[in-house]
């Protein structure tokens, strides 16, 4: 299938601002799908409410939007129900681990088959610009005029703890590199955790004085380096790239099919 058979083409142009990187995420996503060769009948997109969310509308998939920060647990309830189904779950800041953030880890845990793609603009663009669990201190947002003074989580960190047997990160600037994460990670048999950095040249790049889409990409190419890379040894202060965890364990519908097995048997 082509690339333009995969969306909604009739609900374009979208609505994100000028210069947002989701819809660069949008591309690296739905290429990931079509260098896949995916049949579109099989898959399912579950997400919540924001400005990543809006992603269920322009994908042909089977999608659900749903509640803020629940996209998980839908998906859960998919996944559950037909498991031969590939699942993906697009999440911003908040959906993903604010009022999200206990749906994450208990996925995470649980390893369940589903993909969880968590795009980090570190801010809450469509509510106004409110600093979010991935902004960090020292950032400007309209519920921190006067600067945020709270902790960043670490998305690959976090994931890594909670139990997610796939783990990485790129960013809007990297767009091949992240089709390439997420192409593993939809194959990956597992809760996998793509986090990709996304810029948000409205509230976020504004009110930081990071200048407009093009410089934030620029911030992304800089700030970052590849695991492993002479760059990061030099600099640990750069954010990393790559593949953190790949390692099988049990995946959760395929246990519970025993319990179901032995359930069977014992009502016999």
């Known amino acids: 299938m082509a690339v333009k058979d995969y969306l909604r083409e009739r609900f374009f142009p979208h609505m994100w601002c000028p ?58 309830g998919v996944k559950l129900s037909r498991p031969h ?12 681990l604010a009022i999200g953030g206990n749906h994450f880890i208990h996925a995470a845990r649980r390893n369940i088959d589903i993909t969880a793609i968590v795009m ?20 400007k947002a309209t519920t921190a005029p006067f600067l945020t003074i709270d902790s960043s989580f670490d998305v690959v960190e ?53 200048g407009d889409a093009v410089s934030m990409l620029e911030l992304h190419k800089t700030n970052t380096a590849p695991l492993g ?15 953190f965890v790949d390692v099988e364990r049990p995946e959760y519908c395929s246990e519970y099919d025993k319990i179901i097995d032995y359930a069977m048997k014992e009502a016999r």
Do not use: W
């Not at 189904?85 to 993903?96: F, T």
């Not at 890379?229 to 593949?243: D, M």
């Open 158 to 210: 976090l994931a890594k703890a909670a139990g997610a047997t796939f783990v990485a990160r790129s960013t809007a600037y990297h767009a091949k590199e992240a089709t390439g994460y997420l192409k593993k990670a939809i194959m990956h048999k597992g809760f996998s955790v793509v986090e990709i950095l996304s810029q948000c040249p409205t509230h976020y790049g504004r009110k930081n004085k990071e």
């Open 120 to 139: 980090n603009n570190r801010i809450y663009g469509m509510t106004g610009g409110q600093f979010s669990p991935l902004s960090g201190p020292g950032v």
């Open 85 to 96: 189904l590939k699942v993906l779950v697009p999440m911003g800041d908040g959906d993903a």
């Open 19 to 76: 210069g947002c990187g989701h819809g660069t995420i949008l591309n690296s996503l739905i290429r990931a799908v079509e260098e896949l060769d995916l049949n579109k009948n099989e898959i399912v997109m579950t997400s919540g409410i924001g400005c990543s969310a809006r992603i269920s509308g322009y994908v042909d998939f089977h999608s659900l939007h749903t509640l803020h920060g629940r996209a998980l647990t839908f998906a859960t």
């Open 229 to 243: 890379s002479k760059a990061l040894k030099e600099n640990p202060s750069l954010t990393p790239r790559g593949i």
